[in-house]
């Protein structure tokens, strides 16, 4: 009778990007309301601020998680390259690293050398690539779904607070944006830990504190410098 198991590690790549873009959006723009909103702005000008950081933010997130995923699928190509070589110059010394791995995880070296010889006969580079240089199709890099993820999640994060902006009174906004910002990203913390398989409370916590501390410093700068329009 087959036993399915529920494993996460498949949604690694574009739960860590959404995860980040959906805080990184509450978490900027609620920042930046606060900020603007202390210094005395006008609510059509935090509205303006909040729309131009969405939309910057959201591209900037795009661009850097596809520049440094890319660069680690680079490496892993240049990995995989370099290691189809050493297959075809040396196959002896590859199956013997191969073995070594194998045994240092618990088998004898006699079955160790059989598993190897027949990974290799089966997918020579796949068993290497896997095996010795950790590298999997389920946790390649996969830069376009990191970046759509990212800028996506960005977006959605950061119509969060802007959105109070449009329905609160202007009386109510710094302590309105504030507090439902944190419940944002309680919620986005509790659906993160969700899906990832983490500790429920662990990740609210720390996801809210670096939040709120975030608004905080912003709203003191905004009201340290800013000046009643």
Do not use: C
Not at 141 to 155: D, E, I, K
Not at 165 to 191: C, E, N, R
Request: proline share 3%; glycine share 10%.
């Amino acid at each position: 009778m087959r036993h399915p198991e529920r494993h996460r590690t498949h949604r690694t790549g574009w739960l860590r990007a959404a995860v980040l873009g959906a805080n990184d959006g509450i978490v900027s723009t609620a920042s930046l309301v606060l900020g603007v909103a202390a210094a005395g702005a006008s609510t059509r000008s935090i509205l303006v601020a909040g729309v131009a950081g969405l939309v910057a933010g959201a591209m900037s997130m795009a661009a850097g998680e596809y520049v440094s995923v890319s660069s680690q699928a680079d490496t892993e190509r240049a990995d995989s390259a370099r290691e189809k070589k050493e297959l075809a110059a040396n196959p002896v010394q590859e199956h013997a690293e191969l073995t070594t791995i194998y045994v240092k995880r618990g088998l004898d070296e006699a079955l160790a050398s059989a598993v190897a010889t027949q990974l290799m006969k089966h997918d020579a580079l796949g068993a290497h690539l896997r095996d010795e240089l950790g590298i999997s199709e389920t946790l390649a890099a996969r830069p376009v779904q990191a970046a759509l993820a990212s800028a996506g999640t960005f977006a959605v994060g950061a119509a969060l607070p802007l959105g109070m902006v449009v329905v609160l009174p202007s009386q109510a906004l710094m302590w309105g944006v504030a507090g439902s910002s944190l419940l944002f990203l309680a919620s986005l913390g509790l659906l993160a830990a969700r899906a990832g398989g983490a500790p429920l409370l662990a990740s609210v916590a720390r996801v809210a504190f670096w939040g709120g501390l975030a608004m905080a410093l912003t709203a003191g700068v905004g009201a340290l410098f800013g000046v009643t329009a």
